[in-house]
Structure formats: C-alpha cells, structure tokens
C-alpha cells in the first residue's frame, strides 16, 4: 500500500480509494513505505466500493479495472478523459460485482512464466501510461495550437 500511495502521488493522483475491509490499512509502515507521499494524498476508506464506483461514474470518471482475463491491453486503451484506476487485492483479485461495475476492464501482458504481478506495480504500470497518455495528448494540443498562429 506504501508503494501505491508513493507512486500515486509522484504521478499526480488526486486520491486513493481504499475499502475499509480485506486491504491494507495506512499505518506507521505503510506511512514509512510511502516516502512521506501519505502526508500529500487524499486517502479515503469507504465501506462499499460499488457504491463509490457508482458515485465516481455518476460524476463523469471512467473506471478502469485491470483484470488478467481482459479483451483490451492497458497500453491500448484511450486513459486521457477522467479515471479511476481499480486495482484487485493479489490472489483474488477484484470481486464480480466490481468487476461488472468497471466501464472498462484491461490486461497487463505477462511475457515470463509468472502469471501475475503485486498490486503496487500494477498500480505503477497503469498509473504511468495514464500520464504518458496525457502528456501526449496534451503536446499534441500544442502543437497543433502553435501551427496555427
């Protein structure tokens, strides 16, 4: 959970998301995991994670769930517009039902012989290529702008 919260906040997430059973709690060592980035990072603990993807898609943000079995790979899929990035506790992964509530569900490819990756660098993978993604868009803007003048 420290590491998530670090690369959140290095990537410029307004806020995490934590349901308040089965996922880690920020205590003193996910506080000193975090690099201090707990101290800069919304960080809410909700009781029903459905009701809050509900509440985040009635607000205009797209929820993206990553989930091994997914059609669309994450580097494939449009992250510009307003997201929220779900990402499965290890093991289990997502439930059904938040499965069925994300808009869109991607896959990071597994190229080894493991068939997984931890939570924090799922998170750092999606996380980034959202910034990419953005980054991206936003030079093309400019650029487009500035051969206008």
Known sequence: MGSIIRTAETAGVHGIVIPKRRAAN?????TKVSAGAVEHMRIARVNNINDTIK???DNGIWIFGTDMDAKNTYYNQDLTGPAAIVIGGEGPGMSRLVKENC???????MKGKIGSLNASVSSGIVIYEVVK???NKTEKITKKNSRKK
């Open 26 to 30: 920020v205590n003193v060592t996910v």
């Open 55 to 57: 509440t985040l898609k």
């Open 103 to 109: 808009d869109v569900l991607v896959d990071i490819p």
């Open 133 to 135: 993604q953005r980054e």
